[in-house]
T-cell receptor, first 115, second 109 residues
Framework: DSGVTQTPKHLITATGQRVTLRCSPR?????VYWYQQSLDQGLQFLIQ???????AKGNILERFSAQQFPDLHSELNLSSLELGDSALYFC??????????????FGPGTRLTVL | GIQVEQSPPDLILQEGANSTLRCNFS?????LQWFHQNPWGQLINLFY???GTKQNGRLSATTVATERYSLLYISSSQTTDSGVYFC???????????FGAGTRLTVKP
């Protein structure tokens, strides 16, 4: 158990809908990272927050947004969902700020299925 | 754009064998990381290694940044080593991370 929790574990929804994925980091970690893993695109880094502020941005679509709250949990919002958004969404957390030098601890993921 | 290529795509070993996984990247890196995803989907950060060699138990990694590659060595493999190994390159401005397609390792008892 990494100490990172993600809810829900599974989510099934329809095209055009909007969903929110939630992540709680390990106690003491200030950074949260979001990743998408799909058969087509592989593993992709989406976005990182550190102590409430966006720090790094990867291949995140404009239909997707994220935020980190004062209690350090994070939410990833996916809107106008398309079939191609079906994927496993991972959250990770770390103590420090940067992508490069911080060991990340991953949650179990949320599997999103768009029908 | 940033390219990260991993080889081989698949590898099947008998328990106890050694293996070398390779990661080539298209341009200079600020850092390179190796991850393991077990057969149940859990991801673990193995190494962050911009250059040089690091070891952790039976696993070690070497990055030669000037030649744009990194190697992950697994010695005396065990069935629990099975899964997919990813390398990821981090850009110099530290604001993006690109993954390779992974090497799927199967260790047979």
């Amino acid at each position: 158990d990494s100490g990172v929790t993600q809810t829900p574990k599974h989510l099934i929804t329809a095209t055009g809908q909007r969903v929110t994925l939630r992540c709680s980091p390990r106690s003491g970690d200030l950074s949260v990272y979001w990743y998408q893993q799909s058969l087509d695109q592989g593993l992709q880094f989406l976005i990182q927050y550190y102590n409430g502020e966006e720090r790094a941005k990867g291949n995140i679509l404009e239909r997707f947004s994220a935020q980190q709250f004062p209690d350090l949990h994070s939410e990833l919002n996916l809107s106008s969902l398309e079939l191609g958004d079906s994927a496993l969404y991972f959250c990770a957390s770390s103590v420090g700020t940067g992508l490069a030098r911080n060991e990340q601890f991953f949650g179990p993921g949320t599997r999103l299925t768009v029908l | 754009g940033i390219q990260v290529e991993q080889s081989p795509p698949d590898l099947i070993l008998q328990e106890g064998a050694n293996s070398t996984l390779r990661c080539n990247f298209s341009d200079s890196v600020n850092n390179l990381q190796w991850f393991h995803q077990n057969p149940w989907g859990q991801l673990i950060n193995l190494f962050y290694i911009p250059s040089g060699t690091k070891q952790n138990g039976r696993l070690s990694a070497t990055t030669v940044a000037t030649e744009r590659y990194s190697l992950l060595y697994i010695s005396s493999s065990q069935t629990t080593d099975s899964g997919v190994y990813f390398c990821a390159k981090i850009t110099y401005n530290n604001n993006d991370m690109r993954f390779g397609a992974g090497t799927r390792l199967t260790v047979k008892p």
